[in-house]
């Protein structure tokens, strides 16, 4: 410790001395003339070299920077794409099970919440897509949602009659089965009296004749109206079937195009414009294919007819 004192204060002399020399112009001059050119020359090359460095590293953490910014940039934008590809694949499969729902609607029992359920999903799917998808994607998917609402209240407002008259039938073919049942009793008491051969068994007869032949009155009626619901209810059937022919095509060709818009958002565009002209022929085929099937229950069914 005594050792570093002393040279300390030997120091502090010579210092003392260069300051007081240094606060002079005839000090600095004297100072300036002394220093080779070859040190000013190892100085100038010293100092470039400093700065060189810090030049490259202010480059490379510039670069880092941006590396680091496009890293996070990059990663935020395959979540991103990421989610769209969930939300749009689990829209396409809901839409697929909706549209597979309407062929149903028919026969499906209408207060069953169950049987509704392909639509809600499919509402709250498309709600997603709108949510995350681009302004064209989102506008096609709430023309098909709003396509789908309509298609389903029009089947459903045709479905109602169906099932109404489908209970009838039901009720018809219960009062139907009874007259039959009462009119095969009465015949078998008819039939055994007369095998009897009793003299005393002919009233009897007779009151048994005229039963059976009221039983078959009742029984023709019972079958007048079960033919008569039937054919109205073939008529309702035919005449929803027509409808939903109508409503098929131009909800096909809607979501087609939402699935073309999905793809470009996704960057899936490889063969777009050869898929394009695929879908665009189906769809035309499918059209006609519906209006000729329109045409032929026509025909058959002319009572039966749609609201195009």
Known sequence: MTRTFLCFIGFIGPLSAFASEMGTSSGWAAIWTTIPPGMWTALMAGLAAIAGVLVGSFGNTRRLLRQLTHDADQKQKDRRQSLIREVYLDALEKATMASSQFARM????????????????????????????????????????????????????????????????????????????????????RTAVNESGAADQQAKFDALSRSSEAAKDALSAALETLNARHREIAQITVALAKQMLILLPPLVSLQSEVLLSMKIELGLDAGLDELRTLMTKHADELRKESNAAIDRMSIDFPSAAPSR
């Open 106 to 189: 028919h026969s499906v029992d209408l207060d069953s919440a169950e049987n509704m359920k392909p639509m809600a999903e499919f509402s709250a799917a498309a709600a997603k897509v709108m949510l995350v998808s681009r302004p064209e994607t989102a506008k096609l998917t709430q023309s098909l949602l709003s396509l789908y609402t309509k298609t389903v209240l029009t089947i459903t407002t045709m479905a109602v009659p169906v099932q109404i008259t489908r209970a009838s039938v039901k009720t018809a073919q219960m009062l139907f089965d009874e007259k039959l049942a009462d009119f095969q009793r009465i015949n078998a008491l």
